[in-house]
């Protein structure tokens, strides 16, 4: 399992040192939650605070778009060089031509599944993207509980995945801890994304070795 903690989730007064921190507690990519105030209810960072982030990250960033115009924002973070930029699919009219475009950048593509968003509608897209990213809360906020239908959904994502382009990963988006990831990594889970159980340790360290299943 690799472990991407949402940066969301860090003090933002200290975003350096706490960046710095994960990196050091062995986290395999650095998760970063781009919201518009459209697309979702809440508005976070864009590109100054994300190349600040980028600076102080010594493993790959992992763009989050959870945004309306989302080539807008690919275009301001491609730059930055991130190793993968998501987005969702449920806020684009053409998935697979952004998907090309952000590979025709050096940028590794994954598509974003809302919880009510079937498995099914990345099938055509699976050859093409490097990750698909499982929405296991609704989209805005870290802290929220976990919505215990997204496992059924990861179980046939992993068989399409399986079938389909089984170099693609799955990861897993809100609510995980150390008390549901065994069960996650059962299910097909490859990279799990978390905010308030990382950063509300005691030990980052400890939290992130926690997940490395
Ligand atoms: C929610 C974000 C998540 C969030 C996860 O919209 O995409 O990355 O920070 O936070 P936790 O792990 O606390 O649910
Ligand atoms: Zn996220």
Do not use: W
Request: charged letters at 20%.
């Amino acid at each position: 399992m690799l472990v991407a903690p949402s940066v969301l989730s860090a003090d933002f007064g200290n975003l350096e040192r706490d960046v710095k921190a994960i990196c050091d507690a062995g986290c395999d990519l650095v998760h970063v939650d781009v919201m518009d105030g459209h697309f979702v209810p809440n508005l976070t960072i864009g590109p100054v605070v994300v190349s600040a982030i980028a600076k102080a990250a010594t493993k790959p960033l992992d763009i989050h778009l959870m945004v309306e115009n989302n080539t807008f924002f690919v275009d301001l973070f491609a730059p930055l060089k991130p190793g993968y930029i998501s987005f969702h699919i449920e806020e684009e009219k053409n998935p697979h031509r952004l998907v090309q475009y952000i590979r025709s950048l050096g940028i590794k593509p994954a598509i974003v599944l809302n919880p009510h968003t079937p498995a099914e509608a990345v099938e055509y897209l699976l050859n093409d993207v490097d990750m698909v990213l499982v929405m296991s809360v609704n989209p805005g906020f870290g802290g929220q509980s976990f919505i215990p239908t997204v496992v059924e959904k990861i179980k046939r994502l992993k068989a399409l995945r399986d079938m389909i382009n089984p170099d693609c990963l799955i990861e897993i988006d809100g609510g995980v801890s150390d008390k549901n990831i065994a069960m996650l990594k059962e299910a097909g889970v490859d990279v799990c994304v978390a905010g308030s159980y990382v950063f509300k340790h005691d030990s980052y360290e400890t939290a992130i070795s926690n997940l490395h299943i």
